[in-house]
């Protein structure tokens, strides 16, 4: 069975700081990986798809990277802002088993002025 | 429309009542999934729609739980006899392809905040 982690549950910074979420998965046979980020009472704003066959996706200041083989992702976020604080989800998709994606309980960052 | 949608935004029901909620999927999009969020949890899989095939429902947590969808368009997720620990934001998403061809971003809706008293 397909487990996500996510690693910190919580972090809190100053603006300005470059920083590091981390996401293992347990099962290797993924199709892709997603992050997202979520605001209180809202829902799920997608920020990086990285396939499988793929090693990073970057957006802006956003930077995902993915290594298959050892289950583990990091999403980079450079120069972090106040307007980064929410939580974030990182959701795999399993093998021909599987058909959704699988979700981890999410980093929530705080980023201060 | 531009995104995935979803009603109510917020549903307060007693315990005992059925409940329908609503997902209109983004234009196209054959797939559709409908999670479920409890208060700091993450999110649990509930049910999967790919076009016309058999949907999954290997994540519905009991038989008081179910889901229609027509063709590619509307979904909706029926809760009977809500007991409070059905109290979650129900979201919905789409894809613009299925899981065998897993190349296209899940959008999100914003979810319904189900609260049974």
């Known amino acids: 069975k397909q487990e996500v982690t996510q690693i910190p549950a919580a972090l809190s910074v100053p603006e300005g700081e470059n920083l590091v979420l981390n996401c293992s998965f347990t099962?290797?046979?993924?199709?892709?990986l997603q992050w997202f980020r979520q605001d209180p009472g809202k829902g799920l704003t997608s920020l990086l798809l990285?396939?499988?066959?793929?090693r990073e996706q970057t957006s802006g200041r956003l930077n995902a990277s993915l290594d298959k083989s050892s289950g583990r992702s990091t999403l980079y976020i450079a120069a972090s802002q106040p307007g980064d604080s929410a939580t974030y989800l990182c959701?795999?998709?399993?093998?021909?088993?599987?058909?959704?994606?699988?979700f981890g309980k999410g980093t929530t960052l705080s980023v201060s002025s | 429309g531009a995104g995935v949608s979803q009603s109510p935004s917020n549903k307060v029901t007693e315990k005992g009542k059925d409940v329908e909620l609503r997902c209109d999927p983004i234009?196209?999009?054959?797939?559709l999934y409908w999670y479920r969020q409890r208060l700091g949890q993450g999110l649990e899989f509930l049910i999967y729609?790919?076009?016309?095939?058999?949907?999954?429902k290997s994540g519905l947590p009991s038989d008081r739980f179910s889901a229609e969808r027509t063709g590619e368009s509307v979904s909706t997720l029926t809760i009977q006899r809500t007991q409070q620990e059905d109290s979650a934001v129900y979201l919905c998403?789409?894809?613009?392809?299925?899981?065998?061809?897993?190349?296209?971003?899940?959008?999100f809706g914003q979810g319904t905040r189900l609260t049974v008293v």
């Open positions: 998403a789409s894809s613009l392809e299925g899981h065998l061809a897993m190349r296209s971003e899940a959008f």
């Open positions: 099962d290797s046979a993924i199709y892709n």
């Open positions: 990285i396939q499988s066959s793929q």
């Open positions: 959701a795999v998709v399993a093998n021909q088993a599987g058909t959704a994606l699988i």
């Open positions: 234009s196209g999009h054959t797939a």
């Open positions: 729609f790919q076009g016309n095939s058999a949907p999954d």
